[in-house]
């Protein structure tokens, strides 16, 4: 006869996946993501803050206008083992004022990567094709180790299938509306 604790019904109502994704937000602490079922942390550079305020100051009006707060806060993919911290994320003011919602790609207006050295390939490569497949309608890639800027709209299960650039630093990136601006990336 087996010793070990036979498996039971009182915790079937437990969302593991959930669970598991909220210990590692609170307990390795804000700044840490899981990518393909990796925990990383993220380890902001000040250069790399200084790209990501560059776009935040250039899109913190428009975003006002539209009920929005832009900021890095978590978005999950559930069914995935994946929990991002994108560099910016923008999303409408309701979902920010509720801690309980968790916000998904597909609930964002706009997601921003910022690449940095030691995670470059996950931003071109990894986080590009999982926004497009929980439906993250823009995302926008600062790519500062080949300095330049793509933007990617219409997302798919199969990625995004509408991609302006690369474009050098220093070419005008028109955001689509609801934003409706021209990003100056001259000081990325």
Known sequence: MSTHPQPDDRYADIDHERALKHAIRYMAGNRVQIIEGIIQPVPPTWDHERATRVIRRQIEDRVDELGCVEGSGDIDLP???NWYVPDIAVVPEELAQDDNIVVTPDLTLLAVEV?????????RVTKRKRYAEYGAPLYL???RQNREVTLFSEPGGLGYTKVEGPHPFGTPVTLPEPFGIVLDTTRL
């Open 115 to 123: 690449t940095l050295k030691s995670n470059g390939d996950t931003d």
């Open 79 to 81: 069914g995935s083992p």
């Open 141 to 143: 890639l600062v790519d």
